[in-house]
């Protein structure tokens, strides 16, 4: 399966400011998704990126609050823009390089706003 | 739509306890099975799969069978260990359909020792 490495691990971040997500997989795949896992629950679809286009953005996400790159097609990076402390979550990349094997995702990045 | 649903957490057991945590699911091709685990303050990762109907995933001694008359996709554990303690999502994949990942909402697990 995939490997993910997915950085930071963890920040504590001011409200008002922005993060940014980095995202690298050991090869090429067409497509890179990111959710997002608020305390206690289960994980969220934000988007789906694709290399080239536009990400896809689900309902009650929107590009100017969680813009998303993806330069390539080992690599993408999810920006958590103008924080509150509602947006404190646990933010996850996923690939799904093989149908056989699953989704594969990183690590998780723990965001805590203050 | 596509749906899953597991039991509701917290489960607690003691270690060497049998362990049943149910997942069912509403689909309307032929979708893939999945049980993911999430250790304290780790990502997710893969804990068995299952692609079609009467087929049985295992790993760690964790099994799961694909059972298509009752759409269920059970996770079991003979005899669980504390380090088994983790968060436990049950999700399918309509890989006919939009190729979306469905999580249930999870079911916590702690083993004591």
């Known amino acids: 399966s995939a490997v993910i490495s997915q950085k930071p691990s963890r920040d504590i971040c001011q409200r008002g400011t922005s993060l940014t997500i980095q995202c690298q997989v050991d090869?090429?795949?067409?497509?890179m998704f990111w959710y997002r896992q608020q305390p206690g629950q289960s994980l969220t679809l934000i988007a789906t990126a694709n290399q080239g286009s536009e990400a896809t953005y689900e309902s009650g996400f929107v590009i100017d609050k969680f813009p998303i790159s993806r330069p390539n097609l080992t690599f993408s990076t999810l920006t958590v823009s103008n924080m509150s402390p509602e947006d404190s979550s646990i933010y996850l990349c996923?690939?799904?390089?093989?149908?056989?094997?699953?989704?594969?995702f990183g690590s998780g990045t723990r965001l805590t706003v203050v | 739509g596509n749906s899953v649903t597991q039991m509701e957490g917290p489960v607690t057991l003691s270690e060497e306890a049998f362990l049943t945590i149910n997942c069912t699911y509403t689909a309307t091709g032929y979708p893939s099975l999945f049980w993911y685990v999430q250790y304290p303050g780790e990502g997710l990762q893969l804990l068995l799969k299952a692609t079609k109907a009467d087929d049985k995933g295992s790993n760690k001694g964790f099994e799961a069978t694909y059972r298509k008359e009752t759409t269920s996709f059970h996770l079991e554990k003979g005899s669980v260990q504390v380090s088994d303690s983790a968060v436990y999502f049950c999700a399918l994949v309509d890989f006919s359909g939009d190729d979306k990942i469905i999580f249930g909402k999870g079911t916590r697990l702690h083993i004591l020792p």
């Open positions: 090869s090429q795949v067409t497509m």
């Open positions: 996923s690939v799904d390089r093989d149908r056989a094997e699953g989704y594969t």
